[in-house]
């Protein structure tokens, strides 16, 4: 009887930015990195030539050095140097940019909309 050779899973991947799973999606090659995207959600023409794709996650936003202060929702990520008023960790998400941050929500009062009289005829 002949062994049957076990079939490898097809992997398809999740776009960090809309999360669609879909097989055009290129994975990070970063080791500790498990992010994917695609070509046109990182607003991007072509990939990198030789499969060396790195993604924006591990760049600061700003002067491109390589960082670990990258934002659990979006692709932001900033260098020590430009962390200050556009990074900080939270306690329970993580790294969080200016714009996910839960203490930077708007304070402003909900706008009260006023109930219609409805005539009588």
């Given amino acids: ?6 079939l490898e899973p097809v992997i398809v991947h999740r776009c960090f930015v809309c999360g669609m799973k879909e097989k ?3 994975p990070c090659n970063n080791k500790i990195c498990n992010k ?4 046109k959600c990182l607003q991007m023409s072509e990939w ?3 499969n ?9 936003n700003i002067c491109s050095k390589l ?3 990258c934002c659990v929702k979006c692709v932001s990520s900033f260098c020590p140097s430009h962390s ?5 960790y939270d306690n329970i998400l993580g ?6 941050d839960p203490t930077k929500i708007s304070n402003e009062e909900p706008i009260k909309l006023r109930k219609k009289k409805i005539q009588k005829q």
């Fill in 1 to 6: 009887m002949k062994k049957k050779t076990p």
């Fill in 24 to 26: 055009d999606v290129v």
């Fill in 36 to 39: 994917a995207y695609h070509l």
């Fill in 48 to 50: 990198p030539e030789g």
């Fill in 52 to 60: 060396k794709f790195i993604c924006p996650w591990h760049n600061c």
């Fill in 67 to 69: 960082t670990i202060r």
């Fill in 84 to 88: 200050e008023g556009n990074i900080r």
């Fill in 95 to 100: 790294f969080v940019c200016s714009i996910h």
